[in-house]
């Protein structure tokens, strides 16, 4: 069985067995394929040097290096098959390391753009007096932006938030976070004044009244929905003059982290106010403090220019 044929029949598996879809199928075709023809005697019979020596011309071409890694994925399937049906006796993909994958860089915000932000927000918040459905998402958005940049939580912790969070008038207070871990969050005086002042006029809603949350909604939750937040959220960027492509409500998650880290924040704080389970997550953050001790070197060393 020549590896054309190897190949066939591992995509006949991953259909028959697997339940892999078309799509999925034609990916896997086309990288097997591939690889088969670079290589001298065709993929089934490759030995590691071999392999290696495709990866390394792809990587040369100029592939990206999530599709080196989906190919050697591929590559790797189509191995552990042929061991398994005992076509080969060995796997020549067990040496072979990933492709290390660049993580991108989080998109943030600067202080002063942030500040514009909340500025309008609260201008808007301000203008708020009629009480009609305006003003209620006048002072909600209000709110929310505080909170969010106050705290750090994720969109779907913001919009969740028990009403009892502005009941209690606390300096700090708990969130439930991914695998139901408990973190302690701040509050910062301008976050507790915003919640009042959106609590005060979410009490003259008679539907909201009963409501657990601290933005209620009509909706399936029972809460806001993060698409609403965000497309608001964008409204208030682009009457703030900035571009709204440019603002989301992680990117506002990321502009208290990368903020907190700007003005002298140690990491593993950071870590513990976002609710990485792992340090390594809030490492995408390095560049921060990496530009932080080169200021600091190149304000405070005596010799430095």
Do not use: C
């Not at 591992?10 to 097997?32: H, P, V």
């Not at 088969?36 to 993929?43: F, K, V």
């Not at 071409?61 to 989906?70: D, K, V, W």
């Not at 399937?77 to 492709?99: C, H, I, N, V, W």
């Amino acid at each position: 069985m020549n590896s054309a044929a190897r190949i066939e029949a591992f995509l006949e598996m991953m259909s028959a067995e697997r339940g892999a879809a078309e799509n999925t199928l034609s990916s896997y075709r086309r990288d097997l394929e591939d690889a088969s023809g670079a290589i001298d005697g065709g993929l089934a019979d490759a030995a590691a040097a071999d392999i290696r020596a495709y990866l390394d011309d792809i990587a040369a071409r100029g592939f990206a290096a999530t599709s080196q890694a989906r190919k050697l994925s591929a590559i790797r399937q189509f191995f552990k098959f042929l061991y398994a049906e005992g076509l080969r006796g060995d796997d020549p993909t067990g040496t072979l390391d990933s492709p290390r994958k660049g993580r991108p860089l989080p998109k943030t915000m600067s202080e002063a753009d942030t500040g514009r932000l909340i500025d309008r927000a609260a201008l808007e918040a301000g203008d708020a007096s009629s009480g009609d459905g305006d003003s209620l998402a006048s002072l909600r958005l209000h709110a929310l932006v505080e909170v969010l940049y106050a705290t750090g939580l994720r969109v779907s912790e913001l919009v969740g938030l028990p009403v009892t969070v502005a009941q209690r008038d606390d300096r700090f207070f708990m969130v439930r976070g991914k695998g139901d871990k408990e973190r302690m969050v701040p509050l910062s005086a301008k976050a507790r004044a915003a919640m009042k002042t959106w609590l005060a006029a979410r009490a003259r809603v008679p539907a909201f009244a009963d409501s657990p949350f601290l933005f209620p909604a009509a909706s399936d939750s029972g809460y806001l929905s993060r698409q609403v937040f965000a497309r608001d959220l964008k409204g208030l960027a682009a009457r703030a003059g900035i571009a709204s492509a440019k603002i989301s409500p992680h990117v506002l998650r990321h502009a208290f982290a990368s903020h907190l880290l700007q003005n002298g924040a140690d990491l593993r704080a950071v870590q513990q106010l976002l609710g990485h389970a792992d340090i390594s997550t809030t490492q995408i953050y390095t560049h921060v403090l990496e530009e932080r001790l080169v200021r600091l070197v190149n304000d405070h060393h005596p010799l430095a220019d």
